[in-house]
DNA sequence: CTGAAAGCGCTTACAG
DNA sequence: CTGAAAGCGCTTACAG
């Protein structure tokens, strides 16, 4: 090596000579441990704001010996909600990322038509050795018993997806539903003239976490009934999994006056994609809905969807990874809320959506 | 340290161990370098594979004693183009990450109405040790030169924001801007009626690079006349920097039967949102322009503008420095081509945009 | 073709 | 209250 002349960054070394200690003192007073004299302490603090120090975090990760184990807990992908699989394609890429620094993390899932299993797997994790848990919280009661569970074991939790009263320790990383809705609505707004006929499907019947789509519904009747146009706004209940009843109730309800626009409140958008894709026959109104499943942009590209609402749950999942490491590795604070971004996405720019 | 059965990572010196030879020929094989035998060679290259070994990055960025130095050529900043702060924020994101891993990160800034401030830096770029250069091109024939010049010297080099004809060496990470045109026109059609007025709006008379928004132009033509609903598409260029002559053209256009949609194919839609609040008395048409700069945020939220189309500007700088650091670091391959997400920004997502 | 040793910037017992 | 030394997982001259 005869770069001889090259700057070294400006270290632990560094501040250590020139306020005549040892590395080990410097170290103390980065740390805020105690057992260093208030006056070295002053003095090392003084070089450190003087010399602008910042300390290097792979040099930081590399020598400490953490031991850190993250649980996550989220619902298994179906086939009618993919969606989970997007989440979980954002915390393997979190869970990478955080090999590195000695952090092992272990994803749990649960079957969201069966609480047995969420109550099976949420054991398991509060009888491993875990620091903190990631949960997707789908059934609120027992999500509540598990957490009050975590914090007795001083485990960390913290929330993504959606959001329930009683707190995690960390805060909750999602969307926020209500101006999810509202968007629904702000978008349904561009479409439409005055007293035209909107429909909302819930197509959600036989889900646990049905209940949370209402919050969607008010923002979207709250932001449509606030503009005074005399919408006709009508809702229809749907059972989630079954495309024939999603057939007779569209058939039913385009018999009597079709409406100008149909909100459909969650991912299963596709259903009714492929209902008017199957009914050339009948117009099509204009289609809002929700998640950026191959199925839900097949049908965008098709034309027969017009708007995709997408809340990057690949992202969500990645973040509460990451604040969990800054939260250990790096002792920042916690988030409390942290809103995802509501993307737009039509047929004209989903091929750029996520890379 | 009694922790003793916890796991560490499997890491050279297991490799080492297992194939007993030293850690530094086990080096010599993850880094490709060549003076192993080809018997030791690949008995190590069966190990790695078989305990699939996963180098610990940070371990690396810290022992490699790199020098790398890049820089950053942009436009700088000015009270009409807030834009390139937007793109800076992320170019610091990017260099503050890069810092630990002993990269210094110079950037730039030259003034996109006077070319020889371009000439200038580019020449400190030449003279200074740089290995490879972010490039934001506004003037193509001086860009072209420049990045001749870099060639010859095995300087490396990388465009963001705008794409120009003669090539970099690792590609560019940007809008597609035909795409960003045709979004535009697909947003357009949900607005208007078959046979609408529809108003182009070029405020940039007198920009440099006021050629490359013909890409739009183009695209969004495409999309309308594709549909075939007889629209009206008229045309305005407009000095990008003097209100009264936006006032003057609109207060004119207006006369002359007012548009349904005003396109404004860049950031400046704020001063068209100034004009409409500015007249009150006048009708306002939808309102669809660009980039999420505060002056455009705040006409949004007062109901003006209507959908900003955004192309993360920030997200590019970043992007473009994480590649450098990929390419000479870890040894991946440039990109050549990374089209940026096209963002929808509306009055009710404009809050959770970007954080 | 191969290995022993030093070093990257930090943390952690341990000894005083 | 303080310091010397070992170690995190790699890379890099240098010696053979």
Redesign the interface.
């Given at each position: 090596?005869v770069?001889g002349k090259?700057k070294k960054?400006f270290g632990i070394k560094d501040i250590a000579r020139l306020a005549n200690v040892s590395i080990a003192t410097v170290d103390r007073v980065l740390n805020n441990r105690k057992d260093v004299s208030d006056a070295t302490r002053q003095k090392i603090k003084d070089i450190i704001k003087e010399y602008n120090y910042?300390p290097?975090?792979?040099?930081r990760?590399?020598s400490v010996?953490n031991?850190l184990n993250f649980a996550v807990l989220i619902p298994k992908t179906s086939l009618e909600t993919g969606y989970w699989q997007l989440c979980l394609d954002g915390i393997e890429k979190g869970i990478k990322e955080l090999?590195?620094?000695?952090i092992q993390t272990t994803v749990f899932l649960y079957d969201q038509e069966d609480v047995r299993t969420f109550v099976k797997v949420s054991e398991q994790i509060l009888h491993g050795n875990f620091n903190a848990v990631v949960i997707a919280p789908i059934f609120i009661k027992e999500t509540e018993d598990f957490v009050r569970q975590c914090h007795k074991r001083k485990l960390q939790t913290i929330y993504i997806n959606s959001d329930i009263p009683s707190k995690s320790t960390l805060g909750y990383i999602g969307p926020?539903l209500n101006?999810t809705g509202?968007?629904a609505?702000?978008?349904t707004s561009?479409?439409v003239n005055p007293g035209a006929k909107i429909l909302i499907l819930n197509v959600a019947k036989g889900l646990e976490n049905y209940k949370y789509l209402d919050t969607k519904i008010e923002g979207y009747k709250e932001?449509l009934h606030h503009l005074d146009r005399q919408f006709e706004i009508d809702i229809a209940d749907i059972p989630y999994n079954v495309y024939e009843e999603v057939e007779r109730e569209l058939l039913r309800k385009m018999k009597t006056g079709s409406p100008d626009v149909l909100f459909v409140t969650n991912s299963r958008v596709s259903v009714v994609g492929q209902f008017f894709y199957e009914h050339p026959e009948i117009t099509k109104p204009?289609l809002i809905g929700f998640d950026f499943l191959e199925a839900n942009v097949n049908y965008l590209t098709k034309g027969v969807v017009?708007f995709l609402i997408c809340q990057r749950p690949d992202k969500q999942g990645y973040l509460a990874l990451n604040y969990l490491y800054r939260f250990f590795l790096l002792k920042e604070d916690g988030v409390n809320f942290?809103?995802?971004?509501?993307?737009?996405i039509?047929?004209?720019?989903y091929?750029?959506?996520?890379?």
């Open positions: 090596m770069d090259e960054n910042q290097n975090l792979y040099a990760s590399l010996k031991n090999e590195p620094f000695g926020d101006s509202r968007l609505g702000n978008l561009y479409l932001y204009y017009d942290k809103p995802m971004p509501i993307d737009i039509t047929i004209e720019n091929m750029f959506y996520e890379n």
